[in-house]
T-cell receptor
Framework: DAMVIQNPRYQVTQFGKPVTLSCSQT?????MYWYQQKSSQAPKLLFH???????NEADTPDNFQSRRPNTSFCFLDIRSPGLGDAAMYLC????????????FGPGTRLLVL | KQEVTQIPAALSVPEGENLVLNCSFT??????LQWFRQDPGKGLTSLLL?????REQTSGRLNASLDKSSGRSTLYIAASQPGDSATYLC????????????FGQGTTLQVKP
């Protein structure tokens, strides 16, 4: 049973064309995270939502935005993708409180042409 | 600033060998440490979570240890199998309730039949 679902699994976009990646969860977890993982690199946290509270990492470019319309869904919007934004984007969830396991989705691989 | 390092970057062993993967972190004030497995082009699968008050956790053929004072964790894999081939990532939570994880770059393991 899928617990953290990401759509699409592969996304191709053009330089500068806005793109939205989707994440949903069936765990009813309070916290949802978005990580960026470039080839052969460690995942890097972009931002997270604790319930409705949005927390942006200091070094996340303004080009990246996020929305969480309800507990189950969270979206990553890239307003003007550049070639350097090509990466795997990973969504994760946790109950909250910091002591729990984070559960990851399968990721969306973004290609920018 | 917390930094996480994993050595070696790559490891190749024959099937059946016991092996140890290493993870070190610079700031010992952590809440927990998590080991993940990542198959090529896929998301992360949680293997073991060790709370800061714990010394080790075991799951099947996997055993993870934590020495906070020295800033080290090891993942021990017993009787390795070709199906264990993957990249293993350790991640540290130094942020408490937010659960923000700082990842190492991973060790890519190949188990040869």
């Amino acid at each position: 049973d899928a617990m953290v679902i990401q759509n699409p699994r592969y996304q191709v976009t053009q330089f500068g064309k806005p793109v939205t990646l989707s994440c949903s969860q069936t765990l009813n977890h309070n916290v949802m995270y978005w990580y960026q993982q470039k080839s052969s690199q460690a995942p890097k946290l972009l931002f997270h939502y604790y319930d409705k509270d949005f927390n942006n990492e200091a070094d996340t470019p303004d080009n990246f935005q996020s929305r969480r319309p309800n507990t189950s869904f969270c979206f990553l919007d890239i307003r003007s993708p550049g070639l350097g934004d090509a990466a795997m984007y990973l969504c994760a969830t946790s109950r909250g409180g910091g002591q729990e396991t984070q559960y990851f989705g399968p990721g969306t691989r973004l290609l920018v042409l | 600033k917390q930094e996480v390092t994993q050595i070696p970057a790559a490891l190749s062993v024959p099937e059946g060998e016991n092996l140890v993967l290493n993870c070190s972190f610079t700031d010992s004030a952590i809440y927990n440490l998590q080991w993940f497995r990542q198959d090529p082009g896929k998301g992360l699968t949680s293997l073991l979570l060790i709370q800061s008050s714990q010394r080790e956790q075991t799951s099947g053929r996997l055993n993870a240890s934590l020495d906070k004072s020295s800033g080290r964790s090891t993942l021990y894999i017993a009787a390795s199998q070709p199906g264990d081939s993957a990249t293993y990532l350790c991640a540290v939570n130094s942020s408490g309730n937010t659960g923000k994880l700082i990842f190492g770059q991973g060790t890519t393991l190949q188990v040869k039949p």
